[in-house]
């Protein structure tokens, strides 16, 4: 029996579990009956979290985790890791930057097409023998518009690049300048709205940039204008969201991030101008396959004592 306790949130594909079952004694906190019972009896023995981005690592869990080490995130965005809590206790965190960065790049452009292009009405017009009897609406091009890309970091440059391919003008808004980049930057949010015809969202979420998108971006993303958000839901105000989608203030909508995911605001399914996509950014095998590895990379690095590939704290 493997020595090292590790308690997991959620699950990992089958690939990831019988590595991981091989390696660690493995205790599987979603599957039981009375979560708090498992960590009362197990807690004291439990030297890692292998968790998810959604469902992080709380200081309420940690705190009853006394030889706690290391926090394993399957994911890059740690909002759900209470990280001060971590960093005070001296517990690490790891995430998995990177592996996943050209597929949520590439559905970030697959719902900016869907999105202006229609794609899923267009799909139901065909199955529902609409073709022929009236015509498909006519839609919006993509091609040679304005982006405006919230976050210019490894996805959000993953999105540049393919905008630019489109032959989109791009300008970005983060919390930097990045030196590195050639697009203009806009360090006014409503600015960057006003300007483009697109606004891609892929920063982190967590406090600092809770509601970023609100009433005013919104509005001044316009009529004509698109929200796309593979970010955090929290970074989309969505009562001014559902708002401006009901009322017209903007075009449509492309979201692959709610709050209260799964269960999220029932208004999203009746709105004709969204495309829904169920937080799959980096829902390809090839990129799951990747995360897994990174996240049992990083558990036996710290496990053999060894520099972490990919830390956090
Ligand atoms: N939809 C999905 O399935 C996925 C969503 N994500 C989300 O994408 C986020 C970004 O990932 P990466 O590009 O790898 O991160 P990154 O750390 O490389 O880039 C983040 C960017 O956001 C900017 N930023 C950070 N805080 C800000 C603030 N308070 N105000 C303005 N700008 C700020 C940074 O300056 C940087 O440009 C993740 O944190 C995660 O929440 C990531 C993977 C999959
Ligand atoms: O890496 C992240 O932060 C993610 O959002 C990944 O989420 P997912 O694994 O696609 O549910």
Redesign the pocket.
Known sequence: MPDVEILMAGAYPEWDMVDLEATYRVHRLWEAADRQALISKVGSNIRAIATR?ELGASADLMKQLPKLEIVSCY?????AIDLSYARAKGIRVTNT??V??ED?AD?AIGLLLSTARQIPQADVFVRTGQWGNVPMPLVTRVSGKKVGI???????KAIAKRTAAFGCDISY????R?QDVAYGYEANLVALANWADFLIV????GA??MK?INAEVLEALGPEGMLIN???GTTVDEEALIAALQNRTIQAAGL??FLNEPKIDARFLTLPNVVLQP?????TIETRKAMGKLVRDNLAAHFADRALPTPVV
Not at 150 to 156: E, F, N, P, S
Not at 202 to 205: A, D, E, L, S
């Open positions: 981005g994911g890059v965005g740690t909002d930057p990177d996943l960065t949520v559905i919230v976050g210019m970091g490894r996805i959000g808004f983060a919390r930097n990045d892929i920063v982190p979420g600092a940039t970023i593979v970010s955090r692959d991030v937080h799959h950014g980096s829902g």
